[in-house]
């Protein structure tokens, strides 16, 4: 982006600067004159000979040096050239040697050290302008920037309430800005005040009403959120993004028939949507209908083949009916587009290790998943649930002992703790781990079974 600045003055102002100062020769007024026309038509090379031929003329006009060095700015973002860089600063210095406190080259100097990466240095400036101008709005705009740009999140919501305040639009260009920083940032607790002032300001915008709603909702506000996303939906029905918010909303109160219902008014209006589908089985899951909820999984996967949540869903689900083939391939499917999240890893590894199967490459996904999450109660159990597969059974109470420490609450920890000490030949500390089991799950059939006489 080109750094210009407001610096090019109107010719009778101009002219009011030169006639102020007795020794002004008027020659200078006109070559200042021609480089201006020639800056305006894009004509560095000339602007600058007309810029020298003023201050050739007269050398004491801050205002001269400050011209040229913007002139040398164009150049180096022109041409890439560090010597017109070298130059521009060099009149600066000299502006400023002139007169230190020169809004024209302290505004050019900051822009630079923006430009260059040096925000502090910039910053420093632009806090000198602002507290010399107290009542000059742009300097104010400018420091807001800095501090966006910079992270100093603080300083710009003070500058924003002291901006907004004296601004009869709002400073909604300013809001948008900011709340844009906010989000990329992560910054959502920050970023909600700005989005309801979008929102409040134009009441017609679907895509704002949808962000806020979702703001709300990480904020906690079920209730503002829920609104926020209905008027979405009722400004524009064809978004799946909206219809989804809303199915989430619905979801997280545990209403799911009324997710069931809204995903089929969602296909209406806005079409089919894996992320939808996918919800729709969790939500057929909550209401134990595991056949419904393979095929909602089912067909989040034909809609979008990387949704891995889905794909994980169905790992689980057919694991669970001993279907191993379509367990394996889905687990795998989770690993692959998720990254080899850690969940997918353990999950896999735990199917291979309760049928005794695979148990090196159960040891080798489940060592995955502990490098991401080394303190995950489940994985820890898992480990050593693989290595009394593989027979070494100190090395499995080992890991089992870990996870029991993890998490003291667990029944299966405790049942596999159990099934240890009985392969290790130590009957009573098996009872009694199991009886411990029992304790917590007293619904637990193999664990009860394990415990008969």
Known sequence: MILRIAILLLISAVASLFAAEQAADPRALDQFIKGTTAAQQGNPYQAIFFFEEA??????????????AEQYIQLAQENSSSEALTRAEENLTKALALDSKHAPALELRS???AAQGKLDAARKIVEQLVKEHPDERTYKLDLLTLC???GDFECVDELYAVLSASSEDGSLDMARQITAVYLMAGEHARALPYMQELANADSTDAAVAYTLGTLQLQAGDTLEATRAVDRA??????????????????????????????????????GPDARTANLEGLAHLRQGDSTNARERFTRALELDSTLYPAAGSLGLLYDGI?????????????IVYSDSAAIYL?????TYAVRGLESERALTLVNAALEREPDNSSYVDTKGWVYYQLGDYSEAM?????ANKLDRNS???LEHMGDVAMAMGKDAQARKYWQQALTLAPESKSVQEKLAP
């Open 55 to 68: 201050l050739r003329i007269e050398k004491s006009a801050p205002f001269l040096y400050v011209a040229l």
């Open 111 to 113: 822009k630079l050290y």
């Open 148 to 150: 966006l740009t910079s």
């Open 233 to 270: 939906i009722l400004l524009d029905s064809t978004d799946t993004r909206y219809w989804y918010l809303k199915l989430v909303i619905e979801f997280d109160q545990d209403r799911h028939s009324n997710v069931l219902a809204l995903a089929r008014r969602a296909e209406i209006a806005a």
């Open 322 to 334: 001993d279907s191993l083939e379509l367990a394996e391939r889905y687990y795998e499917q989770a």
């Open 346 to 350: 353990n999950n896999l590894s735990y």
């Open 398 to 402: 080992r890991w089992l002992k870990k």
């Open 411 to 413: 029944a299966a920890i």
